[in-house]
């Protein structure tokens, strides 16, 4: 089996991993959309035979979790490419589609299950669960030729799903001759290399205490998609005994999964639906999606009536409006529960300055979506595997101080992996 990473040996974001068998047949790992890719500008696709003309040697793309560093690319691929993806993250991605565009998912042929091989011509994948901000995130096993090639995708130890991870220790899969791991937080200057990342449930502790200190509506600005920090505010709300208030694409995502998500329908759960929300679904007709969620639908006026009854989850882009119907007063808190490198883009900056006019104090409550040095370690030293190739990294020229067995690759050139 041969391996070459197209791209994420040398930047976080944008990985694409092609996996050969001997014979030839092929198989793609990931196949996302660079971090850096402006809006708008077309990203060529790698040169891998078989996404733009037939070619019956590439038999897939198995897509790791529905974030667009992973699969941005392969949303508009000729019928006759197959992807495979989470049924969740399905379903979730067909969902946030009405309300973004760009969330725009691939159309699967397959979905993938903890744990349970497929097969795909010569080869075995096995995806493996993991904890990540990512919803339905998979670390993926690939067998071919007596080879054994463990792809960590995303994923951490300190979210809501930790179990996951310390599991995938006690149990790891046996003889892996490449572990093609993660180094988000492997950085050039080794800022991160000691760091231990707050877990949820320590969010979850800060979202109850800032509730008790504010009289007016705290706010929480976040990623719809990131349900484990949903999660976390829900549990934080009926701590505090808050009403959590979640928007209308919040509440359509978060439908779309699991019953165990926080959805319309759970105790103290209630849906806004902002301005632009209400323009798209009078725009599209479908007036069943506002429908379905009437007997628990908040209002502008009741919210800025009794605001410190409530605790959003929502949203950046309804600041400006929360703010001019009065239910982001002085008397408030927002909380940026995104990371902070985005209050420093244009949206960020324009954000921050709307809330000082309106005299609204900022927190940052977040944690990291990524695993941290330290759980890098104990998931090399738990796999044991012969080599470490590094990926969706910044430094992989750092990967050899911390890990035993690293080679370092670099991007569209083929290596053996066996
Ligand atoms: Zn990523
Ligand atoms: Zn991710």
Known sequence: MRVRVHRGTEEIGGSCVEVEAVGGARLLLDLGLPLDADAGVPVPLPGVPGLTEPDDRLLGIVISHPHLDHY?????LPVEVRVFLGAEADRLLQAAAFFSPLARGPRCAGHLMDRTPFELGPFTITPYLVDHSGFDAYSLLVEA????????GDFRAHGRKAALFERLLREPP??????????THVR?????????????????????????????????????????????????????GRTCVVDLYGATVASATRPSIPQPGFDGLRVYVPQRQRVRVRESGEFDRVARIRDVRVFAEELAQTPGRFLLYVPSSTA???VRVNVLTGRGLAVWSLWDGYLDEASGVRLRDLLVA???????????????V???????????????????????DRFTELFAGVEQQSDGVWWEAA
């Open 358 to 372: 309106a005299e609204v104090e900022l927190d940052h409550i977040h944690t990291s979506g990524h695993a941290s």
């Open 374 to 396: 330290v759980d890098l370690r104990r998931l090399v030293t738990a796999l044991a595997p012969r080599r470490v190739v590094p990926i969706h990294t910044e430094a992989g």
């Open 320 to 322: 400006a409006e929360l």
């Open 174 to 183: 046996p003889d892996i001759d490449v572990l093609l791991m993660e180094g």
């Open 72 to 76: 941005g690319l392969a949303v508009d």
């Open 188 to 240: 050039a200057d080794g800022a991160h290399d000691e760091v231990v990342f707050e877990t949820e449930s320590m969010l979850e502790d800060r979202f109850v205490e800032a509730c008790g200190q504010t009289a007016g509506a705290v706010v929480v600005f976040g990623s719809a998609q990131n349900l484990d920090r949903l999660v976390t505010v829900y549990r934080a709300a009926k701590r505090s």
């Open 145 to 152: 030729d007596g080879c054994r090639l463990f792809y960590t």
